[in-house]
């Protein structure tokens, strides 16, 4: 059957239930979000007057569950104005409107008695088709349906996110022997491009996949930290971004997570997986035992692996909690030869290799924790699933990791790997240091790598043809890892140019943060080049971790120190025509960006035909932060698209105050859509993609849609309203009130002005038309001005110091 999904009902309204139906709101879907209604009255509706029959009471603990979750950090909603997407009831009133939605998401609590009860009262209206799911973490499956109709089992499997649904990318889809096969590749397939997840297809085991080995990797390490001598600080430090992992490693995360549910997980591994060779690493050591008695669980209590205390000068400080006397110290800087030696290493895989080799600590570790897991991840093929892959897949999108485990174990050499975890310590129970039979197979195959590339297209060993397959739905996505050997067509310090087939270019950055300097205003405009003269259109994007932390302050602050302003003006100009060329070139030039989108990043993707972005980018112009205003056009692009909206005098005021502040404030959105809402981006001129790996594709397509239907170079504008004086007054009359109130320095109050004079076109006596040019030549005066600035350079100076990216 043809199916869609308009209306989801979600039972339960807990931390889970409520964020996944902020995410379903945040995809346009209408939720009806329903929980019990109380059966006591509290204190305050008691002096109102009210019953338990009364509809604010009945619907309180739902209400209150969605607003806390539509006020929690991090957002779960795209925009505060998707709650409105979310109806709210009660189990007793409400239930029977679940005959109106096309998928029901059962996330009470995990009990198999009270999940059995709810799917007993949905049977009596659900109205047959409508697909029933559970987003248990680890209840069988099979044992949830029992009792139900043929057409609840046919349409009935798990779905599990993980939290919070909005960020972590992993939803683990867990049929039953009896869910129909349209059904499973529907959920697959809405997951994937609708919900922005990896998709994971798990068998009906304890814990799945995803749970079922990361906290296997965590408990492991909790194990391993007495036998090698390890602090909490060595461990995180040891198992963080240095190895491809989250900054929160694997104590802070537990923190996050909170280690009543690691506990709770760890236990229903030990109860439900009896015939796990390595079942003991689910008992838990002593340590952790005494820390969940004490209820030091984590940031939930205030006290885990870390403690925040307030110091005698009234300073915070972050203690770690020693796990031999089980009191917080201050934490001991971490000192690692290996993770010295990893830095000079950008590439992951090969970064491996230098853990591997470490002869300290932080390299008997990395043996020490991966050589059992590689053990362990072989032998639940096929126990847990038939494709390895999905344990890769399931640990990078659940767990944050940058390769899975096997992944990591093509990074070291699978042949050369065997006798050195024959020959590791056996630290952990089960470790055996013999890995699974179809390991060894797959080398006698003369297979030496579980993953491989082939004209483009990522391949995996699959075990039961001993031959090299595609990974299901990745043969049509865009990696540029995969391609840029064969499809590089020029390159130079900091961009390469690709083909991506179809007569479509990519510029790509790969300098540090994808910052822009020489380099890369030299690559956009070679690619706008050969794609005017060869090409149908050109795509910017990458796959770095950020698209752009904007422009290289470093270089800024070189010219500025040396007053070398000739060429920081030439260097300011060609940034402007980069921007520019975007603009008006005579191909169709589609940005895509992701992650950070800062400063000249954003410029570039204003400046752009089409922006095609993925949800979660964060993007905004932050020059104020350093102490100068957008010189790459965003200042004037601001100024067009005021002059676009203005209408009436009253409006006219209005909108010039809401752009110039959103510059003025250094607003950096917290999604695509508040992108929009805050004007980075136009109606008509954006579309969002919701799953990261399809950002290329859905580009690609794009600028290809806009060459086919006949691309018009656009002329120059040279009618952009401005409002001289009358707006002047406005900017100068708020920049000095904000400084007489002490809400600003003496030197944003003249960065303040200076913004203001750009937008308003400078010192005109009446409202004016003007071109572009006009206003980027104001905006580059205007930040050559403030590079001048002595508060300008402390603040670019401490910035640098402090290592962070261009963010205020």
């Known amino acids: ?122 049977e ?28 609840f089992i046919d349409h009935f499997c798990g779905t599990h996110f993980f939290n919070p649904p909005r960020y972590l990318q992993l939803l683990e889809i867990i049929p039953s022997p009896h869910t129909k096969k349209d059904v499973i590749d529907f959920l697959v397939d809405f997951g994937d491009r609708m919900l922005g997840k990896t998709v994971v297809l798990c068998k009906d085991t304890p814990a799945f996949i995803g749970n079922r080995i990361g906290v296997y990797s965590m408990l492991a390490i909790t194990h391993l930290v007495e036998q090698l001598g390890l602090s909490v600080e ?10 491809g992992h989250p900054k929160s490693a694997t104590f802070r995360t537990a923190d996050v997570v909170g280690l009543d549910t690691l506990v709770n997980v760890a236990n229903g591994l030990a109860e439900n997986a009896p015939n796990d060779e390595a079942k003991g690493i689910f008992k838990l050591p002593a340590f952790i035992s005494k ?16 403690e925040k205390v307030r110091t005698a000068d009234g300073s915070s400080e972050i203690l770690s909690l020693d796990l031999q006397t089980l009191t917080y110290a201050t934490q001991k800087k971490v000192k690692s030869a290996t993770l010295e030696a990893t830095k000079l290493v950008d590439d992951l895989a090969k970064r491996m290799q230098v853990y591997e080799q470490g002869t300290d600590k932080a390299g008997e570790l990395f043996r020490a924790m991966h050589y059992p897991l590689f053990e362990y991840v072989s032998n639940r093929v096929p126990e847990i699933t038939d494709d390895f892959f999905r344990i890769d897949d399931a640990i990078r999108a659940g767990f944050g990791w940058e390769l899975g485990p096997f992944e990591v174990w093509d990074a070291i050499g699978v042949r050369a790997s065997l006798e050195k975890i024959k020959a590791e310590p056996k630290r952990l129970p089960g470790q055996s240091g013999v890995v699974a039979s179809w390991v060894l197979e797959m080398l006698e195959s003369g297979a030496e ?21 595609p990974i299901p739905g990745t043969e049509d996505l865009i990696v540029l890892d995969h391609i840029r050997d064969t499809k590089t067509i020029w390159k130079n ?167 110039f502040l959103t510059i003025g404030q250094a607003k950096v959105s917290t999604s695509a859509v508040e992108a929009y809402e805050l004007g980075y981006l136009q109606k008509g001129k954006y579309a969002i993609t919701m799953n990261r790996s399809r950002l290329l594709l859905d580009a690609k397509h794009k600028a290809l849609e806009l060459a086919n239907a006949g691309y018009i170079q656009p002329a120059h504008r040279q009618d952009i309203k401005v409002l001289g004086n009358q707006g002047l007054g406005i900017v100068y009359v708020g920049a000095s009130s904000m400084r007489a109130g002490n809400y600003i320095s003496d030197h944003d ?50 910035m640098l110091t402090k290592g962070k990216p261009l963010r205020n």
């Open 493 to 659: 310090s900091g961009v390469s140019i690709l083909d991506l087939g179809d007569g479509i270019l990519n510029c790509e950055f790969h300098t540090k943060m994808n910052t822009i300097g020489g380099d890369v205003i030299q690559g956009v405009n070679k690619a706008i080049d050969l794609a005017e003269k060869e090409y149908k259109g050109l795509v910017i994007s990458n796959d770095g971790k950020n698209f752009s932390a904007g422009a290289n302050i470093g270089m800024i602050f070189m010219m500025a120190v040396e007053q070398d302003y000739d060429e920081l003006n030439m260097a300011v100009r060609m940034f402007q025509n980069t921007s520019m060329r975007i603009r008006y070139s005579s191909i169709p030039v589609v940005v895509a960006p992701f992650q950070l989108t800062l400063g000249g990043g954003c410029e570039f993707a204003m400046h752009a035909d089409f922006v095609q972005l993925h949800a979660e980018t964060y993007m905004g112009l932050v020059e104020f932060g350093v102490g100068v205003i957008p010189g790459g056009g965003g200042s004037k692009e601001f100024a067009l698209r005021a002059s676009d909206e203005y209408k009436d005098d009253q409006i006219v005021q209005n909108t010039l105050k809401d752009k």
């Open 291 to 306: 820390m969940v008695e004490n209820k030091w669980l984590g940031e939930k209590t205030k006290k885990g692996f870390y």
């Open 234 to 243: 060595e461990v995180d430090k040891y198992t963080g971004p240095a190895m």
């Open 749 to 798: 109050q003249k960065i303040s002005e200076k913004l203001g004079w750009v937008m308003c076109g400078g010192d005109l006596s009446a409202p004016t038309e003007v071109s572009e040019q006009y206003l980027l030549d104001l905006e580059r005066k205007a930040f050559l001005e403030l590079c001048a600035e002595r508060k300008t350079l402390e603040r670019i100076q401490h």
């Open 124 to 151: 009596k209206y659900r109205k047959p088709g409508t697909l029933i799911t559970s987003n248990t973490s680890g209840i069988p499956i099979q044992l949830m349906a029992e009792g139900r109709s043929p057409d």
């Open 449 to 469: 790598s579980f993953y491989k590339i082939e004209n483009g297209v990522r391949h995996f060993y699959d075990i039961a043809s001993k031959s090299y397959k």
């Open 1 to 122: 059957m043809k199916r869609s999904v308009k209306k989801v009902a979600v039972l339960g309204s807990g931390v889970m239930g409520s964020r996944i139906a902020c995410h379903f709101a945040n995809i346009g879907v209408e939720v009806l979000l329903l929980d019990i209604a109380p059966k006591e009255l509290l204190p305050a509706e008691q002096a109102k007057g009210l019953t338990l029959d009364s509809p604010m009471v009945r619907n309180r603990i739902v209400n209150l569950s969605l607003d806390t979750a539509v006020k929690s950090n991090p957002a779960p909603l795209f925009s505060k104005s998707y709650s409105k997407r979310i109806k709210t009831g009660n189990f007793e009133d409400d239930l029977p409107k679940i005959a109106q939605v096309d998928w029901i998401i059962e996330v009470v609590v995990e009990r198999l008695d009270i999940k059995k009860s709810i799917f007993e009262q949905v």
